[in-house]
């Protein structure tokens, strides 16, 4: 069951919702709204594909930091993967256990350390100077870190460029020619960091999950090599990276369930632990960007459809040539003809479009449009290009709209320069 669905009367509704009466009671639009129960769906799809393994969901704050989505993914008894110290702070602030939360990134600072070192939070070690770092944070925090290796598989996820991240020449992680060399480093800070397992990320949007089989069988490799060396290792950490249907043109994609028993065996035979880090599929398809058309226009051959929402609230479309579906909420007027749009923004530049040639009936001004999948990746990388301020959020629950999240104001922004 999805949350999003067009009814037979011909509107979208979330949930019991119509998306349109959900317009028209919202601050303004653009917003972002969600589905509380689809957020718990996807959560409960993990946790059953995960039964009988002993595991941690890391859910992926990057992905999507709302406050209230984090204390209800903590609420159902999710941990997180953090990339930032302020998505430690966070994390904290919405009660996650931050001894169940994993620290990752090729450029942790000192400063972001200690504080992960201060929590018992799990550690990544990405490089040499991060090993290094790592050490320093340990000693000012006057804590042991529990530290897992972050090994470059060099498995190709077959995604956009841009998404991926653990073949040969990524930034990411440790080559795995370099393994011993960091092994013996680690030996010498026993007081300092203890090795408790090893992790790897391929990629973002991974809809393959064989991909994810072929990196757990070299890990497990690289497991059964660490601990020949007498480090107690206890887990094995896949990452991210299972991507969603944006196409929404029946194809049928891997689930949780599929990703998770692909690695079961393995897991199982080595006693490890899995992590598993999913952002996109825990939170990418239980909301919509909500949008209001402002006009139609024609220029030569081409046509759009101009709406209020652009590249500043979701910029998915620009940055990565990603395709979200787009629909538009309420039925059109019965003479309304069905022409391919390009759907645009009014930012000032021509990478501002949320889709590309999409076969729409055409819209009466006013009317609503909403861009799918938009839970992930889409408010968390808005910025307020064109001074278009954060939108607010809203999400179904129990069958009423509730905001999550005030809509940034002009007022807010001048706060930056207040007293200077
Ligand atoms: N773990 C690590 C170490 C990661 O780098 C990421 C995402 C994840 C987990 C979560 O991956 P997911 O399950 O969400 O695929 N902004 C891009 C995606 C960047 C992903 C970065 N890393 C987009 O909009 O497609």
Redesign the pocket.
Known sequence: KHCFSKKEDGYLYCEGVRVEDAMQGAERTPFYLYSKDQITRNYEAYRAALEGLKSIV?Y?I??NNNYKVLEHLQSLGSGA?L?SGNELRLAVRARFDPTRCIF??NGKVLEDLVLAAQYGTFV?IDSEFDLENIVMAARIAGKQVKVLL?INPDVDPQV?P??A?GTKTSK?GIRNEKLQWFLDAIKTYPNDIKLVGA?C?L????TKVDIFRDAAVLMVKYIDEIRAQGFGVEYLNI?????IDYHHAGAILPTPMDLINTVRELVQSRDLTLII??????I?NTCCLVNKVTGVKTNGTKNFIVVDGSMAELI?PS??D?YQHIELVSPPPSDAGVVTYDVVGPVCESADFLGKDRDLPTPTKGSGLVVHDAG???MS?ASTYNLKMRPPEYWVDNGSVVKIRHGETFEDFMKFFEGL
């Open positions: 890391g992926a990057k992905a993967v990339v990752n990134g990544n972050r956009h841009y998404v991240t990411f992790h990320h990629g973002s949007t991974i990452g991210g990276g299972l991507g880090e999913p952002g996109r599929s825990l990418a998915r940055l990565y990603a992930a990746y889409c990388m």
